[in-house]
């Protein structure tokens, strides 16, 4: 019911940036769809997922510590679209990105819970 593209990742050098995009689309006719969270998760291989960036759909943020400092997340609810400005980029930011978002319906709120399909981003020299 919700489909979520991603785009936006790439290979920077350390220090560079990148901004990433994920938009959301639905399927569901008529009925309005309101998005609650979205956030931003990243996974390396060997590791767990791991939440690095969220925002609620009154605009406030929160940041896993690693990039509290270097990484903003916004959100154009019009669009239905969250980004993550990322900058100061490390080698230890390499992973595949991945947006999420909690959606429902006024009948059925919350009852969406959608991952994008990854981005990779990889930073070395």
């Known amino acids: 019911q919700v489909h979520l593209v991603e785009s936006g990742g790439g290979s920077v050098q350390p220090g560079g940036s990148l901004t990433l995009s994920c938009a959301a689309s639905?399927?569901?006719?008529?009925?309005?769809?309101?998005?609650?969270?979205m956030d931003w998760y990243r996974q390396a291989p060997g590791k767990e997922r791991e939440l690095v960036a969220t925002i609620t759909s009154g605009g406030r943020r929160d940041y896993a510590d690693p990039v509290k400092d270097r990484f903003t997340i916004s959100r154009d609810n019009a669009k239905n679209t969250v980004y993550l400005k990322m900058n100061s980029l490390l080698p230890d930011d390499t992973a595949v990105y991945y947006c999420?978002?909690?959606?429902?319906?006024?009948?059925?709120?919350?009852?969406?819970?959608?991952w994008g399909q990854g981005t990779q981003v990889t930073v070395s020299s």
């Open positions: 639905v399927t569901i006719g008529n009925m309005n769809v309101i998005i609650n969270t």
């Open positions: 999420y978002c909690n959606a429902g319906t006024l009948q059925r709120p919350g009852i969406y819970n959608t």
